[in-house]
């Protein structure tokens, strides 16, 4: 099976700056990534699908990048709403498998 | 809009069963792959299973299969999860999330979730 290895494990940002999280598969993926959003106590929310296309009425501070093995996940200006944890997920194939999530943070 | 109410959690010992169901509205339902995604406490999100808009394709996490199956009554927009031989590594909150379209398209909407305890 294709593992996903999602880093920093956690952040702390101030307001204001530019987060990049990344992920990694361990076998190539084309484009059939996902990132999700999770606040606590709430449902993962879909941030990005297809690695780099933003879902409708998300915020466009968001965006995604990467094809293949590696991808990455941009906050170009953190804001308090921001604070969550992040999950990229692959779905190319099954099992479809997530990260093991990455925890940002307001400084 | 869309909604996706999940319900039938609760408390079951070790051994047991649970059927978990999924009332979905404000979309086409038979037209979209529906799956289950389960979150241990404190942990991270875990794929369960997932069927086609069908119902004639479904997949298993090697966690679950043989033990749960998967399946979704179109004219009544409903997913359902049976589970069976449930073990303490099951107790999660689960998920029910719609795809985008096909099992290859990742989930754009999410239910609230509902707790599996499994414990004597």
């Known amino acids: 099976d294709i593992q996903m290895t999602q880093s920093p494990s956690s952040l702390s940002a101030s307001v204001g700056d530019r987060v990049t999280i990344t992920c990694r598969a361990s076998?190539?993926?084309?484009?059939?990534l996902a990132w999700y959003q999770q606040k606590p106590g709430k449902a993962p929310k879909l941030l990005i699908y297809?690695?780099?296309t933003l879902r409708s009425g998300v915020p466009s501070r968001f965006s995604g990048s990467g094809s293949g093995t590696d991808f990455t996940l941009t906050i170009s200006s953190l804001q308090p709403e921001d604070v969550a944890i992040y999950y990229c997920q692959k779905y190319n194939s099954v099992p479809w498998t997530f990260g093991q999530g990455t925890k940002v943070e307001i400084k | 809009e869309v909604h996706l109410v999940e319900s039938g959690g609760g408390l079951v010992q070790p051994g047991g069963s649970l059927r978990l169901s999924c009332a979905a509205s404000g979309f086409t339902f038979s037209s979209y792959a529906m799956s289950w995604v389960r979150q241990t406490p404190g942990k991270g999100l875990e794929w369960v299973s997932v069927?086609?808009?069908?119902?004639?394709?479904?997949y298993y996490a090697d966690s679950v299969k043989g033990r749960f199956t998967i399946s979704r009554d179109n004219s009544k927009s409903t997913l359902s999860l049976q589970m069976n031989s449930l073990r303490a590594e099951d107790t999660a909150i689960y998920y029910c999330?719609?795809?985008?379209?096909?099992?290859?398209?990742?989930?754009?909407?999410w239910g609230q979730g509902i707790l599996v305890t499994v414990s004597s």
């Open positions: 297809a690695a780099s």
């Open positions: 076998r190539g993926i084309n484009n059939y």
């Open positions: 069927i086609s808009g069908s119902g004639n394709t479904t």
């Open positions: 999330a719609k795809t985008r379209k096909t099992i290859y398209s990742g989930s754009d909407h």
